[in-house]
């Protein structure tokens, strides 16, 4: 048999084995709009299933910034930012970044995974120590694989446990963790985390994907990623922290150095978003108070910020509620493992500043249905 038969082979097999654990992913093109609707297969839903908190992905000052940006500077960044790839916006960007931060410096990656893959590596490598929480995104997960430090996982938001492993822990510790935690929308002691890093002389790194411009937390972490791809309505990932620690990832952070610039609009439009989410913090209060009033419909405790999770165990039993909700128009995706650990499939439910009341109650009332089917 040829090489490429072989290769046919392997792959059908498993895909096979996908199909026959019902674990096979399959892409769905979905065009988004303002206002939460997206058109899919030809019919418009509400999605209460994306990451794009503030409903900026849609709105026309963003969109406007995007396209000034491509006629000025281009569609592309042509080149990695150490060659011709760094647009005069990335500056601007992370000085706004670091400034909404806190923090003397910022870097923009190419994505939240690629500055996490980049940095951590960069920090600390073999003879340190990673301590992370156990539900610590995938990219923080393998950016501590990658760094070659022993890495030790406490249980979630378990400060105890993390306070064991640090002892006598070798070399440098970086904690890792994420502020509001994906998958569950809860959020992560940093109080407790930080005192705890400052009595060990550890540095934490916190992820707030899911937190800027939703959840106001104070941060003790000295060094602070996060991306432009949800509630900013954009793309792209950054790093804010000292000045040095930034400067050295220009040289250090593998992700940024071989990885071409973000694109120019893209660029503007998370400038752009940005300075909304700093004008238009009621943006942020109106998707919680939808998230709260979900809540309230479903009989649920108020969530702390605008995920919120309704855990249904069986991969199957997901799956089915969210086809009967989609048959009533809402799009709320099923999150099963390997995302999730076993018997925790889920789906995921995610609030947004274009959702109107109508529409949250639309929901509970189908989910009631489908739930009670």
């Avoid at 939240?112 to 893959?117: E, Q, R, S, T």
């Avoid at 760094?147 to 378990?158: K, L, Q």
């Avoid at 791809?229 to 620690?245: I, L, W």
């Amino acid at each position: 048999m040829s090489s490429i038969g072989r290769l046919t082979d392997y792959a059908e097999a498993r895909l096979a084995r996908l199909d026959a654990t019902g674990r096979r992913r399959t892409l769905k093109p979905t065009a988004r709009h303002a206002g939460a609707r997206t058109l899919r297969a030809g019919r418009e839903f509400i999605s209460f299933c994306d990451n794009d908190y503030l409903s900026l992905s849609c709105d026309p000052r963003v969109i406007a910034a995007a396209t000034r940006a491509a006629r000025e500077w281009g569609c592309g960044a042509g080149a990695s930012r150490l060659v011709t790839g760094d647009c005069p916006l990335n500056e601007e960007l992370e000085a706004m970044l670091a400034g909404m931060k806190g923090l003397p410096a910022a870097r923009v990656f190419g994505s939240g995974y690629l500055a996490n893959v980049g940095t951590i590596p960069a920090l600390v490598g073999r003879g340190d120590t990673i301590v992370m929480d156990e539900l610590s995104h995938a990219c923080m997960h393998a950016g501590a694989q990658l760094s070659g430090a022993e890495i030790r996982v406490f249980r979630h938001n378990d400060t105890g446990h993390a306070a064991e492993l640090m002892e006598g822990a070798p070399g440098q510790i970086l904690m890792l963790t994420e502020t509001v935690f994906s998958m569950d929308g809860d959020l992560a002691p940093l109080a407790e985390l930080g005192a705890l890093c400052e009595a060990h002389e550890a540095w934490l790194m916190t992820d707030d994907a899911h937190g800027l411009g939703v959840v106001a937390h104070d941060n003790p972490a000295q060094i602070q990623m996060g991306t432009l791809s949800k509630a900013a309505g954009a793309y792209g990932g950054y790093v804010c922290g000292p000045a040095p620690v930034i400067d050295l990832l220009v040289s250090r952070a593998r992700s940024l150095v071989y990885t071409t610039g973000l694109p120019p609009p893209v660029l503007a439009s998370a400038l752009k978003a940005l300075e909304i989410m700093q004008a238009e913090p009621e943006r942020g209060a109106q998707a919680r108070e939808h998230a709260a009033r979900f809540c309230a419909l479903m009989e649920l405790p108020p969530p702390p910020g605008v995920i919120v999770p309704m855990i249904l165990g069986a991969e199957a039993r997901a799956m089915a509620v969210s086809a009967e909700l989609e048959a009533a128009g809402y799009l709320v995706t099923a999150i099963r493992p390997p995302t999730v650990p076993e018997g925790t499939s889920r789906l995921r439910i995610t609030f947004a500043t274009g959702h109107s009341e109508e529409d949250v109650e639309g929901l509970a009332d189908a989910l009631k249905k489908a739930l009670a089917a």
